[in-house]
């Protein structure tokens, strides 16, 4: 079975967006089902074959740096609809990996995962985020609440940016979209129209041509 995830996404480019979060879900969720944030440095590397092979296929490929852990991972691009992302992820933990050379020599030689060709991928663009991540209960369903404190580099240039997600863990769906209106009527906040890695992508399109 194909591995798919959801979530729903805010944008948090506005003043204390993150706390205004923080308290709605405590309170939607109870404070006692909500946990402490945790703090992480990532950094994303996405990739891309010759001739845009994933952007035809709407493939989003990237290399995950977490705190010196590696992965490489894939997810389907979709369009965000109400907040709400629906698309098949999938994950390839990348043991003994130090750095993104390293991470490359791996899925060339490995030329084949999931269905895809690996072979001969390039960067194409980063995002390094500093996120803050919280797992919350709430009606038998458990979802993470992560917010990403951003950089977009494309092309030489960067784009600071904040979202907020809410992706499931366990449970029913349902739950978790009852749970995110609740937390939009509570912190005031507007679900975001585009991803990160789609901004990171539309930016490509408009300056990698100059």
Same mark, same amino acid.
């Given at each position: ?7 729903? @996404? ?23 089902? #909500? ?7 990532? =950094?994303?590397? &996405? ?9 035809? %296929? ?10 010196? @852990? ?9 369009? #965000? @609809? ?22 490359? =020599? ?21 995002? %390094? ?8 209960? &709430? ?15 494309? #092309? ?25 209106? =609740? ?7 507007? &679900? ?19």
């Amino acid at each position: 079975m194909k591995n798919m995830e959801t979530e729903f @996404k805010w944008d948090a480019n506005s003043p204390r967006a993150f706390m205004r979060m923080l308290a709605a879900v405590r309170r939607a969720a109870g404070k006692e089902n #909500v946990s402490s944030p945790r703090r992480l440095k990532i =950094e994303d590397v &996405y990739l891309e074959r010759p001739g845009g092979e994933f952007e035809k %296929r709407l493939i989003a490929f990237r290399v995950r740096n977490t705190d010196g @852990k590696w992965e490489a991972a894939f997810k389907t691009r979709t369009e #965000v @609809k109400n907040g709400k992302a629906v698309r098949r992820e999938e994950t390839m933990p990348l043991a003994n990996i130090k750095n993104l050379a390293d991470a490359l =020599e791996f899925l060339n030689a490995k030329k084949r995962w999931k269905g895809l060709d690996i072979t001969g991928l390039r960067p194409v663009f980063s995002i %390094r985020n500093r996120r803050r991540t919280a797992e919350v209960f &709430y009606d038998g369903a458990k979802a993470e609440l992560a917010l990403d404190d951003c950089e977009i580099l494309v #092309v030489g240039r960067r784009v600071c940016m904040k979202e907020i997600e809410l992706e499931l863990k366990q449970g029913s769906a349902e739950k978790m979209e009852r749970l995110a209106r =609740e937390m939009t009527r509570g912190s005031g906040l507007e &679900y975001a129209r585009v991803s990160k890695v789609k901004t990171a992508a539309a930016l490509l399109k408009l300056w990698g041509d100059k």
